[in-house]
């Protein structure tokens, strides 16, 4: 965005939605809600909606796709035509190829593909409202929705995205300042070992802008990590909740 | 209590002690899945959820899904098929010909087997256990596999009660496949009570529940016989 034109994305210290520059929007994550999947998870990051299915380990078609040794991920990000405001053409598009690609290959170093020889581990990810960061919504949705399937992996993947408006570096941009600001740079890492297993860039930031957002994206993660394992964690426990009550 | 853990949750110093569902860095012992550390002289992390992996020596129920001379093709309610070579079925008998193997068992019968071998590339090989047909008798009632020690109970305590309570012959597979045979009231009571197990697999103090809800249902069905 140039200088002068259009609006102010920084007001007095604060984003145009009141959060301060290293802030998150609220997340939500429930599991287990698609009854045929066997693996789910809905994750909300403020207008951000999204479903994360996995299906498997499961036979791979084609067959002439299989590896001998080891399971095949298959990972596909969709965009419900009416997640945006403009109807979107439904269908994978050179984006949408792009994010999955991307996304598949963040999970490579942390699913234990060797477990499945022959297999196909499939991950469809729904997104039914978007307003930016997808990508890094749809990881940490099918990160969770991996676990919940059962599928053997050393670690969780969490992810979120920085960028600049305004001249600022800020993390978890909206719709709004991502397309009138001047980067937007998704990651995905592995917690526990500061492993980033997916990095992009769009515009341009400055070596430091670029080592001020990774750290700030990093530390972000941390946070996105614990909301995934409590969210697991506390599934099992309601459970148990749940029928304690039916019994009373 | 017990405690659960999601990928990557450190678990453990003693690298040694490492068990399945468990892998090791820098000597110190992770969870590889989600789900409940068992400590006993292995530390294991046992899976809430996922499909069944045979491993050898177990036993499980498979149903014939196709006929390849010299090899029946089980699906055995696992990612991977198993293979029962026609050699199982030899003893005692004139050779089987290739185009006769469906007199012995066709296609959609049930077979209990047991697990001979697992091959590194997941060729699966079966050997009939001696009751091995089912022949149509009873009634066959899937569960996830991760369920299955929950049916049987502590030392097999939940079983015993179903068995004795719903008068029926019950059997689990590995697989999570459940064989009863009974009465036709028999059975559905069986198949109701394994499904609220199956439902309640997280709760404490389950086993007791059950043997309260199968006396109850004992005592209202009486009371009904005597109106």
Known sequence: MKEGTERKLIIDGKRLDGRGFEELRPIKIEIGVLKRADGSCYLEVGDNKVIAAVYGPREMHPRHAQDAKMAVIKY????????????????????????????????????????????????????????????????????????????????????????????EVVLDLTGVEDNNGEADMPIAMIARTNTITALQMDGHLTKEEFKRGLKLAMGACHQIYELQRAALIERYSKSEGREEKKRD | MYKVVVPGDFISEEAERAGEGTYVEDGKVYAM????????????????????????????????????????????????????????????????????????????????????????????????KEEFKMSGVGRLVEIPHTKVPRVIGRSGSMIKTLKEKCNCFIFIAKNGRIWIKGSEADMNLASEVILKIVNEAHTSGLTDRVTNFLDSFRRDKEKGEEK
């Not at chain 1, 405001?85 to 963040?106: H, T, W």
């Not at chain 1, 170093?109 to 581990?121: D, F, G, H, R, T």
């Not at chain 2, 006993?40 to 390849?68: C, N, Q, T």
């Open chain 1, 76 to 167: 596909r990000y969709n965009m419900a035509p009416f997640s945006v405001d403009d109807r979107k053409r439904p269908g994978p598009d050179r984006r949408s190829v792009e994010i999955s690609k991307v996304s598949r290959e963040a999970f490579d170093p942390v699913i234990m593909k060797e477990y499945y020889p022959k297999m196909a581990i499939e991950v469809y990810v729904e997104m039914l409202q978007s307003d930016a960061g997808t990508r890094t919504a749809g990881i940490n949705a099918a990160s969770v929705a991996l676990a919940d399937a059962g599928i053997p992996m050393t670690d969780l993947v969490s992810s979120i995205a920085v960028g600049k408006i305004d001249g």
């Open chain 2, 33 to 128: 899945s989600y789900g409940i550390v068992e400590e006993r002289e292995e530390i294991k992390v046992v899976a809430l959820s996922g499909k069944y992996m045979p491993a050898k020596g177990d036993v499980v129920i498979g149903r014939i899904a196709e006929i390849s001379f010299p090899f029946w093709i089980v699906d055995i309610a696992s990612p991977y098929e198993a293979r029962l070579h026609v050699s199982e079925f030899a003893e005692g008998r004139d050779k089987i010909e290739f185009g006769s193997m469906s007199r012995y068992l066709d296609v959609d019968d049930f077979i209990v087997a047991k697990v001979m071998d697992v091959n590194v590339l997941m060729r699966i090989e079966l050997a009939l």
